[in-house]
């Protein structure tokens, strides 16, 4: 007998949406064209995710660091995320979805913000597919406001286990990743969700993420099911 775990359907797949800007260069085009067949990838990626019935999908569309990009770049990206949940969210919430959003998105204004806060009202009793939008989401930021929120809750050192931590966490009633995909080739955790990928399986793919579909998401999770996990334990 093995003390391994095997799911062959991850629950929760966490990805780091990369390669947009490197999609548009290599066709003379502008950034923002890279991010626009970006958001349609990420409506490809939620079908497959339904399709094959992943409970938690966490999309990695705008980290901490990124505000740091040209004012314009910023600008085009917030414009697309504004539009893209006008657009999508009826749709999204047809499908029984339901949104949450992670990270500071007060930093997108008040406006931004209460959209967010409204379609997550709104879509809150969905079953169908949990999406996580890491929204200006860092994941050290993530862990130092849950030291913090957990101090102000008056939690004494003693109590403070990993468990009551994660309750502090902005991914708090959320399962840990199962498996993290990076696209475009680069192999890095970027600051995502560094507490909660802790026994994540990983997969990184060349595939650029405006060229990522439901094949390739297909073949992450047939890449995952080989996989043996054993969360630290040896085989017995
Ligand atoms: C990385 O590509 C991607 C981003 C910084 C943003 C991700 C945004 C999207 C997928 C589109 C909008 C999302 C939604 C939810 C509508 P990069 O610009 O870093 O690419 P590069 O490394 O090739 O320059």
Redo the contacts with the bound molecule.
């Keep these: 007998m093995s003390s391994s775990v095997s799911h062959p359907t991850p629950r929760h797949v966490a990805v780091i949406?990369?390669?947009?800007?490197?999609?548009?260069?290599a066709r003379s085009l502008p950034?923002i064209a890279?991010?626009?067949e970006?958001?349609k990838?990420?409506r490809r990626i939620i079908e497959a995710a339904i399709d094959q019935g992943v409970g938690y999908l966490t999309?990695?569309?705008?980290?901490s660091e990124?505000w740091q990009?040209p004012a314009e770049?910023v600008t085009d990206?917030t414009f697309?995320?504004k539009?893209?949940?006008r657009s999508e969210l009826n749709e999204l919430h047809e499908r029984g979805v339901r949104l949450r959003v992670i990270g500071e998105r007060e930093r997108f204004g008040p406006n931004l913000a209460e959209e967010l806060e409204t379609a997550e009202a709104k879509t809150a009793g969905n079953t169908k597919l949990t999406l996580v939008?890491a929204l200006s989401y860092g994941g050290r930021a993530d862990i130092v406001g849950a030291a913090r929120r957990a101090m102000q809750a008056g939690v004494k050192p003693e109590e403070l286990t990993e468990q009551v931590f994660a309750g502090f966490l902005s991914t708090a009633g959320i399962p840990d990743p199962d498996l993290l995909i990076r696209t475009?080739g680069?192999e890095r955790i970027s600051n995502f969700l560094l507490w909660q990928i802790a026994y994540a399986e990983i997969v990184f793919t060349p595939v650029?993420?405006p060229d990522f579909g439901a094949k390739d998401f297909g073949e992450a999770l047939n890449e995952y099911a080989k996989r043996e996990r054993r969360f630290g334990a040896r085989p017995v």
């Design positions: 949406m990369d390669g947009n800007g490197r999609w548009a260069t950034r890279g991010h626009r970006g958001a990838a990420v999309l990695f569309a705008f980290s990124n990009r770049e990206l697309l995320l539009h893209y949940l939008m475009s680069e650029l993420w």
